[in-house]
């Protein structure tokens, strides 16, 4: 795809040698291949056409919000999936209109929900019943109308990481199935609530086949019978985000299978169906670039202790994660391989990206790469360890830029003060 070995370069994103984007970026950094989240962008817009859907893309910028990466997905005819004002906020300042911005989450705010207001966004996904009743008093008060499509928890299993699942009954997202019908009635009564559909989102990193979606849309769809019968206005369905990439070998489904899914489920209903996907966009099209601080060669363990921790890439320590790691250095690919432990500086024993991993030597000032990492990498970092948050590099065939700087260390002092009584 985008990674490539070459003989004399070493590990290549798209024509740049990422050997060269260390030397002038520095590491830890971020790199994303353009040409990969063009590729993906266009697979997905791609699949669901080819299934006769009239579908529409909102990327859950939760993955990756890099403002270079909306901008590249805007160009694609992506909206954007947001979950805060901070979220709205980038996508506006990324170009995407409002028209192309739906809200989710399970705690908007006042604010938020007068920000998306004020701002006319297409949609607001509403998670219950008490949310319903906060948006039209908002809307009312702002003598707007809130377009609102009602989250319903369809209570499937999506065979996925336990804190990544979302669409169980026991979950906090969505309303239960059994109440959305009387929901939707509610919101078509309310001042200030236009409703325009339903919504649902079963969970994340969804590779056990297109099963639970299935299930998922299927229940959705009797639902959509059931407000029509009623008389009541619906417009369009939501069916999330959610589908799974191979981080190490794993079967995962294809767009093909989603939209197929889609298409079986809803396909009759003669509705506009969107979608929210953020890691089957972002993740492949990403990696994180690190150096070799030192290879320590325990009494048990070898260790690569590398210059990237779990505050940068938190899914290892987090999830429990596996991610590939490749060495960057040509001769590196040709070099007899043994198991280490690869971590980060950070000081707890979570900090470990990967046990016993088969890697060639790994000298300090050694490149390697931690791939997949451009969904819920660079948004998920922290300052933990006082550590700067690393840039992110934009590839595109034989260009790169630096699309955010290093974070500097004024910026993590930036606004800290001692008060005024210890400063004796
Ligand atoms: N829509 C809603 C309402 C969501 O909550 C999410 C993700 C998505 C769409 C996008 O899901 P995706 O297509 O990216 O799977 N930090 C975790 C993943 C958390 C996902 C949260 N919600 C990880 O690193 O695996």
Not at 49 to 71: F, I, Q, R, T, W
Not at 221 to 242: T, Y
Not at 364 to 380: E, K, N, P, R, V
């Amino acid at each position: 795809p985008h990674l490539s070995a070459h003989a004399r370069d070493g590990l290549m994103v798209e024509e740049v040698p990422l050997a060269r984007i260390a030397a002038e970026v520095g590491t830890p950094a971020w790199v994303y291949s353009a040409g990969s989240l063009r590729r993906r962008a266009r697979a997905l817009t791609g699949a669901l056409a080819a299934a006769g859907l009239d579908a529409s893309v909102h990327y859950a910028m939760k993955a990756n919000d890099s403002l270079a990466v909306l901008a590249l997905l805007h160009r694609e005819g992506l909206g954007a999936d947001v979950v805060s004002e901070g979220e709205l906020r980038i996508a506006r300042a990324a170009g995407i209109p409002a028209a192309g911005i739906v809200f989710s989450g399970v705690g908007k705010s006042e604010r938020e929900l007068r920000l998306a207001l004020a701002e006319d966004i297409f949609q607001i996904n509403a998670e219950s019943a008490e949310e319903i009743a906060m948006i039209s008093a908002i809307a009312s008060a702002l003598g707007r109308t809130a377009r609102v499509a009602l989250r319903v928890n369809p209570d499937v299993d999506a065979k996925t990481h336990a804190k990544i699942t979302t669409g169980r009954a026991e979950n906090k997202f969505g309303v239960g199935i059994d109440d959305a019908l009387k929901l939707y009635r509610r919101m078509a009564s309310l001042p200030g609530i236009a409703p325009v559909g339903v919504a649902t989102h079963i969970g994340s990193q969804i590779t056990a086949g297109v099963g639970a979606y299935r299930a998922a849309y299927a229940r959705l769809a009797e639902l959509v019978r059931a407000i029509r019968a009623e008389g009541l206005p619906i417009l369009r369905i939501d069916c999330g985000g959610g589908l799974g990439i191979p981080y190490r070998d794993e079967p995962a489904p294809m767009p093909e299978a989603l939209a197929g899914a889609i298409k079986a489920t809803l396909g009759d209903l003669g509705l506009p169906v969107m979608l929210e996907p953020g890691r089957w966009i972002a993740g492949p099209a990403g990696l994180l670039l690190a150096s070799v601080v030192i290879e320590k060669i325990g009494a048990q363990r070898r260790f690569v202790v590398a210059d990237a921790a779990m505050n940068d890439l938190a899914r290892p320590a987090m999830y429990d994660a596996w991610h590939g790691i490749l060495p960057v250095a040509p001769d590196a690919l040709v070099a007899p391989i043994a198991p280490a432990d690869v971590v980060g500086p950070v000081c707890e024993t979570g900090d470990t990206f990967a046990r016993g991993r088969a890697l060639p030597p790994l000298p300090a000032g050694s490149l390697i790469a931690f791939l997949d990492a451009g969904a819920y990498g660079a948004t998920m970092s922290s300052t933990y360890n006082a550590r700067p948050l690393a840039p992110e590099v934009l590839v595109d065939g034989t260009r790169f830029a630096v699309v955010r700087e290093r974070q500097s260390l004024e910026a993590l002092l930036h606004g800290q003060r001692v008060p005024e009584w210890l400063r004796e």
